[in-house]
């Protein structure tokens, strides 16, 4: 049961800005950083956003992350047709019954 | 370069234990990283299951954490994941990761940097 929400799906022509939400609580991307997960078919999650805005070596530019409150959002620049993929947000979740990671529900990119 | 393989059966019997490894290659355990396990049911999103550090310290999701042990092997350089009672729920894809971005200097940041391949768990008889 995720507690991370986001839309199941988004969709841009090549070229076009994409943007994926996701809302969380105080709990989580509220007092935590955000991190961000593209996974293409059957394979392995790979991270594309960690601590909120920084990307790792090699992700390119284009992606994008930001955090305002208690939502987040990951934007997709000069979208390419690789860019098709599964894309989830992530925070670790502080409450009275422990520190855990929760994931967000997922958002299917389309390149139209 | 570290690598991530997990490891175990493909088939667990409905109210049985499914028991997982992950072996860790081209780095330590003991490094400065927490280890953490998630799964995909076929067609779903993911879910975090636990996590663990090489001093045996473990937090496990609320939901789960009835039935979930994660424990370590530093002599090994591996850890494991074992969950009871499995019913048919519980057939997913299961992978191992790192916690933690790490470069070759440092390492910051609370994501998974480093995955495994995955492994698919099937819960039927």
């Known amino acids: 049961q995720s507690v991370l929400t986001q839309p199941p799906s988004a969709s841009g022509t090549p070229g076009q800005r994409v943007t994926i939400s996701c809302s969380g609580s105080?709990?989580?991307?509220?007092?935590?950083?955000v991190n961000w997960y593209r996974q293409l078919p059957g394979t392995a999650p790979q991270l594309l956003i960690y601590s909120t805005i920084r990307r790792p070596s090699g992700v390119p530019d284009r992606f994008s992350g930001s955090k305002s409150g208690t939502s987040a959002s990951l934007a997709i620049s000069g979208l390419q047709s690789e860019d098709e993929a599964d894309y989830y947000c992530?925070?670790?979740?502080?409450?009275?019954?422990?520190?855990?990671?929760?994931f967000g529900t997922g958002t299917k990119v389309t390149v139209l | 370069q570290v690598q991530l393989q997990e490891s175990g059966p493909g088939l667990v019997k409905p109210s049985g234990t499914l028991s997982l490894t992950c072996a860790v290659s081209g780095g330590s355990i003991s490094s400065n990283n927490w280890w953490s396990w998630a799964r995909q049911p076929p067609g779903k999103g993911l879910q975090w299951i636990g996590e663990?550090?090489?001093?045996?310290?473990?937090d496990y999701n609320p939901s789960l954490k009835s039935r979930v042990t994660i424990s370590v092997d530093k002599s090994k350089n591996q850890f494991s994941l074992k969950l009871t009672s499995v019913t048919a729920a519980d057939t997913a894809v299961y992978y191992c990761a790192r916690v933690g971005y790490c470069s070759s200097t440092s390492c910051s940041g609370d994501g998974f940097d480093i995955w495994g391949q995955g492994t698919m768990v099937t819960v039927s008889s």
């Open positions: 105080s709990s989580n991307i509220g007092g935590n950083t």
């Open positions: 992530a925070a670790w979740d502080d409450r009275l019954n422990g520190h855990h990671y929760v």
């Open positions: 663990i550090y090489h001093s045996g310290s473990t």
